[in-house]
Every structure is written in structure tokens, then in C-alpha cells.
């Protein structure tokens, strides 16, 4: 593409449509009637020639009404396909995406979105393209028009210290080149030919893992505001929990994979938890130990309490009263989801070590 020809950040129309790339936008889904038509409508009214782009909705055999609409939607418009996913799980909905896109650029966009405008596409091609990387960041911001106040506190809280990893840049709307592992998206074909795709065993943090080899395989990554993506927040502490649970479970797979690539940030809610169970396992033992226990658990709560007054100075004072509840809530899902897997994998290994004994 010629200087001359490239397309304005900003959506401009570029000078000659036909140096825009074949675009593949994956959308692995299951159980999404709630979202899956409005998602598809933010990417099929993208302001994008329409033989530039697919649409590869992979759908991990739903139980309620996602499939009907989505062929309601196919049925209507040629650019949408549906692709089985036997398997059911995300990281293999990926890979049947990815390995059936034609396009020259595959994003990934999950089935419960918001995108708040019609250059998402556009803006992915440009900026491949002006800053010469192979793969893309997203900002996967949680302020959507429709939250309620719960879901508001939940966004704030994972934006901030104590609900996310310091070294992430999923919140990040500044724009720069930046390590591809906590948000990559979007990738030209080239990435799949040399770094692999998703590893299957993953059911959560199955990007981060794969982001993570994409990393190691040479190539840098751009993020920009221009191509967020909204997603919805859990609305329950029940459903908050439930998440959280799934990424402490790819927490700990991730660390079993590439050990040398944990962050201490993402240990902690697992190493504090474990220490409570023990100590409160110790206090039945020994009164001597119920101090102990006290100070422990006064230090976190007194931690919590203070961040969510902090944040809830920043953010509107209303918040102060749900934010410990959900600081609580994010830290015990993943230390319930690291540890149980952990405890998970040991016991597999220990079996396998006995099958070994004793044929």
C-alpha cells in the first residue's frame, strides 16, 4: 500500500477499496441468545466492503436459542457461516475459526460485545498495515451504555489495582506498541504459520497462553483506543465468581506450561488463600495460633477496605459499599480456581505415578 493510499485513522474512505485486506472476523460462541444478534450486527454493519470480509460464527452446541438465530442471520447474509465446535470449548472454537479463515487478517470477537462504532474493521486494517506488526492488542474495556450499577462497580474494580495484574494491558487505552500476551486479537496469517494455534487443553486463558508463544515467536504487537472492544460484566457476585474461577483455572495452567512466565500478581490471591486455610486449619490445633489468624485475615480486609475507599473517592462514594464485597469476590474466585486445579493436577500425577508402580 502506497503512502498516498492508506486509510485514515479516523474512517476516512480509503483512495483504492481494493488495498483493504480479507478480513476473518472469528466469533466462537455457546449459549450467547442474549447477545449474539446484536454482536453480529456491530461487525455485518462495519463500514467495510462486503468482499472483504467473513464472518466465522463457531458454535459450541448451545443448549438454548443461539444456533436458531445465528442461522436466521447466515440465511440472510452470505458474508456469516457456522462452524461446528464439537468440543464446546472456546480454544477449540479458535482454531476451527482460524483454520478455516481465507482472510489475509483474523480477529477474534467474542459473542457478547459492544462496539460503539463502524470503523473497528477498518481502523484493525490500518494500523496492521501504517505500524508494520503481525498481530494487534485490544482494549476489552468494561463500560458498556447498558450496565447497571453493579456491573459499573465491577468494571471499576477490574480496572484498578486490586481487581487486575499490573502488567496487563487488557484496560490499557493508550496508544503503543506493547507485548501481545494480556490482549492480542487480531493476527495476520503469518502468526498462525510459525507460532501454532490455541492450545486446546485450555478452557480460560487460552488467548494468554497463545498470546504468550506469539510473543515468543518475535512478534510485537500494537494497541490502540481505535480498536476497543466493550464487553458486559458478570451482573451477580454468584456469575463474577463463577468467572474468576475459570481464569484461576488457566492461571495455574498457564503457570504449569510456561512456569518462567508468572507474574507474582497473578499468585498472590492463590498464595494468600492458601496461607488462610492453613492457618486456620493450625488454629484448631494450637490457640496459640488464633492470633495469627486474626492479624491475617484484619490485614486483607483492612487492605480491601482501603483500596475500595480509595477508588471509591475517585469514582463516585456510592460505590465504597459493594466494591469489598466484589475486591472479595474476584481474589477468591481465582484463588479457588488456581488452588482446586492445583490440587486437580497433583492428584493426576499422583496416579500416574502409581500406575507406574503397580502395573
Not at 455457546?30 to 460464527?57: G, M, S, W
Not at 496508544?175 to 495476520?188: F, M, Q, W
Not at 469514582?315 to 459493594?322: N, Q, R, V
Not at 477468591?332 to 500416574?352: I, M, P, V
Request: charged residues 25%; contains cysteine; hydrophobic residues 40%.
Amino acid at each position: 500500500m502506497s503512502e498516498n493510499e492508506k486509510i485514515d485513522t479516523n474512517g476516512a474512505e480509503p483512495t483504492l477499496s481494493a488495498e483493504l485486506p480479507v478480513i476473518s472476523v472469528v466469533v466462537p460462541i455457546r449459549n450467547e441468545e442474549r447477545f449474539i444478534a446484536r454482536t453480529l450486527d456491530y461487525i455485518l454493519t462495519q463500514d467495510y466492503p462486503d468482499d472483504k470480509l467473513e464472518v466465522l460464527v463457531v458454535e459450541g452446541q448451545s443448549d438454548d436459542n443461539t444456533v436458531e438465530i445465528v442461522k436466521s442471520i447466515a440465511d440472510s447474509d452470505h458474508r456469516v457461516t457456522i462452524l461446528d465446535n464439537p468440543k464446546r470449548r472456546s480454544s477449540a472454537a479458535r482454531n476451527i475459526g482460524a483454520e478455516a479463515a481465507t482472510g489475509e487478517i483474523v480477529t477474534f470477537i467474542d459473542g457478547h460485545v459492544y462496539i460503539d462504532n463502524d470503523q473497528l474493521l477498518k481502523n484493525t486494517a490500518l494500523l496492521m498495515s501504517e505500524k508494520d506488526v503481525s498481530t494487534l492488542s485490544r482494549p476489552q474495556i468494561l463500560d458498556t451504555p447498558e450496565n447497571s450499577f453493579f456491573q459499573e462497580a465491577v468494571s471499576i474494580a477490574r480496572k484498578s489495582t486490586l481487581g487486575h495484574g499490573l502488567d496487563s494491558t487488557i484496560y490499557s487505552m493508550r496508544e503503543d506498541y506493547v507485548d501481545p500476551t494480556s490482549s492480542g486479537a487480531s493476527y495476520k496469517q503469518e502468526v498462525f504459520e510459525k507460532a501454532g494455534y490455541f492450545n486446546e487443553e485450555f478452557d480460560a486463558a487460552e488467548d494468554v497462553e497463545y498470546n504468550y508463544r506469539v510473543s515468543k515467536a518475535g512478534f510485537k504487537s500494537y494497541t490502540s483506543p481505535k480498536l476497543a472492544v466493550y464487553y458486559y460484566p458478570r451482573d451477580s457476585l454468584a456469575g463474577l465468581f463463577k468467572q474468576l474461577t475459570r481464569y484461576g483455572v488457566g492461571r495455574f495452567r498457564f503457570m504449569r506450561k510456561h512456569s518462567e512466565a508468572i507474574s507474582s500478581g497473578a499468585l498472590i490471591p492463590a498464595v494468600y488463600f492458601f496461607g488462610l486455610v492453613c492457618l486456620m486449619v493450625l488454629s484448631l490445633l494450637s490457640e496459640q495460633v488464633r492470633p495469627v489468624l486474626d492479624i491475617y485475615i484484619g490485614v486483607y480486609l483492612a487492605g480491601i477496605l482501603l483500596g475500595s475507599l480509595l477508588v471509591a473517592m475517585k469514582k463516585g462514594i456510592e460505590f465504597l459499599f459493594i466494591l469489598p464485597a466484589i475486591y472479595l469476590c474476584i481474589h477468591g474466585g481465582l484463588a479457588w480456581g488456581f488452588l482446586s486445579e492445583a490440587a486437580r493436577s497433583f492428584s493426576a500425577k499422583r496416579e500416574e505415578k502409581s500406575l507406574h508402580i503397580w502395573p
